[in-house]
């Protein structure tokens, strides 16, 4: 197993408690800093096959929903996870992610995986009944392993797609994003406690992530129109944009930045393919897709879960490995494309305004809500919903490019409303 994040961690306990022999080889050492901090209610559901729920709750800050505000027109709309279809999982949390990334490698090894950190695997070579993993060990000595199976999970270090040139960037969501940590910013209380706070702004979006202690997690994720032409250092780029966000920069008055402003570019990519012959690549070393409806680690654990099984199937039978590789691929594609409807459409009107003034004519909002709580494989009752949520999206995209009049004022036509 190559890397030791969500998905990796996830692939080596569940693979580890069936018995088999993993090695885990993470090339940093836990505790270490991660963004992607803000959960998803369904991830609830693996939590609960690890058995680590209770652990995972006592580290972070419990999650009612999502808030999202428009700095265009002043709208604040809340969705309470506790709305959604499903009615299984209705909360989740925001968590460090150092603490919670060390938790998973931790279970990982508890349930018999051999970790090693600070062990940076350098090349591949497959070929034969066993491949051969070559890594850097913690004193500087180069390390083999000849293993059955593979899983790549080094996240977007994407070791085996850049290997085998097979990244691809995609062209529909050419954001980059640039975050940091602060203490003193404004928390929501009452019903919005521990809600993650979406600010739509111009040219793109702010997460406003509450963590314990009073941190918050603040990033801003633009389309290429809000740094082209700009100059300057993450963090003066970043308070740019803060200050050009009225309802950020009000919640942000007397912040006090714990650590680096950090920027991470070319951002949603996919590998061509995420399986071969006595590999895989799972999480964000087969495909990323923009963060701001927090599916990233949900959908790498859930990736890390069926890894763990074209793996474990693999070595038993190679030919139904390939069946159940291909339908793992198919359904992450599905998966990610489901979230993706939504995500190329964020910044334009049609979707805020309807985000911002949601209805639930045929259960519109709350199949929303199921979809922002992680219902990514869809079912049968978010079905009607999501599709009739679409078909007004269509409706209304068509009427504001015609110019006609909507439900709903245009976005920019309204007056701005202080926080
Ligand atoms: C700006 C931003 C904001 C985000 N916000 C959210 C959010 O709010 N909620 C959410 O769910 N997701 C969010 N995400 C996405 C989330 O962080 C990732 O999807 C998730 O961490 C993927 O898990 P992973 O295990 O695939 O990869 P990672 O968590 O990146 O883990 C990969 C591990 O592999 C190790 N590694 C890499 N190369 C090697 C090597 N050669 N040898 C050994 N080890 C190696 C790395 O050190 C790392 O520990 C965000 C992402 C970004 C960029």
Redesign the pocket.
């Known amino acids: 197993m190559?890397?030791?994040?969500?998905?990796?961690s996830t692939a080596a306990a569940l693979l580890a408690a069936r018995g088999h022999d993993v090695v885990l080889?993470?090339?940093?050492q836990h505790p270490?800093f991660?963004?992607?901090?803000?959960?998803?209610p369904l991830n609830t559901a693996i939590f609960d096959r690890l058995g680590i729920t209770a652990e995972v709750a006592a580290l972070g800050v419990h999650k009612p929903g999502a808030e999202f505000i428009s700095d265009a027109t002043g709208q604040q709309v809340r969705y309470a996870f506790a709305d959604g279809l499903d009615k299984i999982f209705t909360s989740s949390w925001q968590v460090p992610?150092a603490t919670f990334?060390a938790l998973l490698f931790r279970t990982a090894a508890d349930r018999g995986a051999r970790v090693s950190e600070s062990?940076?695997?350098?090349d591949v070579v497959f070929g034969g009944e066993r491949s051969q993993v070559n890594?850097i060990g913690p004193d500087g000595t180069e390390c083999r392993y000849a293993p059955r199976y593979v899983l790549d999970?080094?996240?977007?270090?994407t070791?085996l797609a850049a290997r085998f040139g097979t990244r691809q960037a995609n062209k529909r969501n050419n954001t980059a994003?640039l975050?940091a940590h602060f203490r003193g910013v404004a928390r929501r209380s009452g019903e919005l406690e521990g809600f993650i706070s979406i600010h739509l702004a111009e040219d793109g979006w702010f997460?406003l992530?509450p963590l314990p202690d009073d941190v918050m997690s603040v990033?801003f994720?633009g389309n290429p129109a809000a740094f082209k032409g700009r100059k300057g250092t993450p963090e003066e780029l970043f308070n740019a944009r803060v200050a050009a966000s009225p309802s950020v920069s009000a919640r942000m008055t007397g912040a006090e930045r714990v650590g680096h402003v950090t920027g991470?570019g070319n951002?949603s990519y996919a590998a061509s393919r995420c399986w071969g012959e006595g590999w895989a690549m799972?999480?964000?070393?087969f495909a990323?897709v923009d963060?701001v409806f927090?599916?990233?680690?949900?959908?790498?654990m859930t990736a890390g879960e069926m890894g763990a099984e074209v793996a474990e199937t693999w070595l038993a039978n190679p030919v139904a490995a390939r069946v159940r590789a291909r339908r793992m691929e198919r359904d992450l594609r599905h998966a990610m494309a489901r979230i993706s409807w939504l995500i190329y459409r964020i910044n334009t009107p049609a979707l805020r305004t309807l985000f911002l003034a949601p209805s639930n004519k045929l259960r519109m909002r709350d199949g929303l809500v199921s979809l922002l709580a992680g219902n990514l494989r869809g079912s049968k009752e978010t079905l009607l919903p999501v599709l009739a949520f679409k078909t007004v999206y269509r409706l209304m995209a068509l009427a504001l490019r015609l110019g006609l009049p909507v439900g709903a004022p245009p976005l920019r036509s309204l007056p701005q409303r202080a926080e």
């Open positions: 190559i890397g030791g994040g969500p998905a990796g080889l993470e090339k940093a270490r991660h963004i992607g901090e803000s959960l998803l992610r990334d062990t940076r695997v350098t890594a999970a080094s996240g977007r270090d070791l994003a975050f997460w992530i990033g994720v991470t951002f799972i999480g964000d070393s990323f963060p927090s599916s990233g680690v949900l959908l790498a």
